[in-house]
């Protein structure tokens, strides 16, 4: 089988890449185009995925169309020479749209609902299949198939994850030094347009706050003001998720590390005027996880957390009920693309048949 893959965030890679080795163990070809995003690039090369660069793409709605033609325009010539026999991406619709050029299948993915309106109309209508996480809140349809789990669950399932505390020595800690991790975003993805996160006065207020008992680090997207410059992380991408395990806090307005954060234990406060997404709320209904849509009232709810005793050790526990009854995604995604179409069927017939892929 010839599977071609578009990957246009720094998560998709991890979301696909364990199914990725495993698709090439068992004989299957394996094709990646990804959006030149400098920190997509160095994930794909530190995890030896070759790729083929499909352009870096416009912030602009208008500009943002216009590379949508470009896109399809070089998935269209890749697909020519690579003959692809199923799409596979975290809902691309310029996989999605080239797939349904070429004939074949692609199967999305998704675990984001407010990204369902764009995806509606450019994505969804070119798909196959969808797979959500059995939590998300809209229903998208026959072509739906629901799996116990949420996306972290793909790179951060205990037997493709073990943290290692080696991965700390780059941020040069002492000795037990318990430290916080803050997370600002650049808010120009699609689904950001007119929303917001931290002002200025919380950021500076947070990081006074945090520092009375952790070292505090920063992870942006966009370049830091000088202000904030020496709180930046040091770290490479591919140990930021040992940074995450560790941590004593996360802050932040990324949707995608405040989940990680959660998933792996830690408490998580995250703040952005988007609706919570269906992971992001099974985490808060666990406990773990607190949302803010505004910089109200997170100051006092930080100050409140930091007087708890136990909390790392409370909320890891809170983390492992929640992940009692998940099923190894990965596993139930290599099962479900090397027997499509009968997986679909058995799915259908028996949802309960992905309870074999612990």
């Known amino acids: 089988m010839k599977i071609l893959i578009d990957i246009g965030h ?13 698709w090439k163990n068992n004989g299957h070809k394996v094709l990646i185009t990804a959006r030149n995003k400098k920190i997509i690039k160095k994930l794909l090369n530190i995890y030896n995925l070759p790729f083929i660069n499909r352009g870096k793409g416009k912030n602009s709605k208008l500009g943002k169309l216009i590379y949508m033609l470009w896109a399809d325009f070089v998935l ?4 020519l020479k690579f003959k692809p026999d199923i799409y596979l991406s975290f809902s691309s619709p310029y996989a999605a749209q080239v797939s349904f050029l070429f004939k074949k299948p692609h199967i999305a993915l998704n675990d984001t609902e407010h990204t369902d309106l764009m995806h509606s109309k450019f ?32 790179y951060l399932h205990e037997k493709y ?9 780059q941020l040069k800690l002492k000795k037990d030094e318990r430290f916080a991790i803050v997370r600002f975003v650049s808010w120009n993805a699609h689904h950001d347009y007119g929303q ?3 002002s200025i006065q919380t950021k500076r207020a947070l990081i006074v706050l945090l520092q009375k008992k952790y070292k505090v680090f920063i992870s942006s997207e966009d370049d830091l003001d000088k202000e904030f410059e020496k ?12 940074v995450l395990y560790y941590a004593s806090i996360f802050v932040g307005e ?11 234990g830690t408490p998580t406060v995250y703040i ?8 992001l709320k099974l985490e808060q209904e666990f406990g773990i996880l607190k949302h803010f849509s505004s910089s109200d009232g997170v100051i006092d709810y930080v100050k409140s957390l930091l007087k708890q005793e136990n909390l790392k050790e409370k909320t890891r526990k809170k983390a492992l009920k929640m992940k009692e009854s998940f099923i190894n995604p990965t596993e139930f995604l290599v099962w479900f693309i090397e027997n499509f179409p009968e997986s679909v069927s058995i799915m259908n017939e028996n949802p309960d048949y992905q309870y074999n892929f612990r």
Do not use: W
């Open 10 to 22: 720094p998560g998709h890679v991890h979301y696909f890449k364990n199914a990725i080795k495993q």
């Open 76 to 79: 269209i010539i890749v697909s």
């Open 123 to 154: 994505t969804y209508p070119f798909t196959k299949y969808i797979l959500t996480p059995k939590t998300y809140q809209n229903d998208l349809g026959k072509k739906q198939i629901r799996f116990n789990n949420v996306a972290d669950g793909f």
């Open 161 to 169: 994850f073990t943290p290692n505390p080696d991965s700390l020595l």
């Open 196 to 198: 917001s996160g931290l």
């Open 231 to 242: 709180y930046q992380i040091n770290i490479s991408p591919e140990k930021m998720h040992d």
């Open 254 to 264: 990324s949707g995608t590390m405040a989940s990680e954060s959660s998933f792996l």
């Open 272 to 279: 952005n005027s988007l609706p919570l997404m269906c992971y």
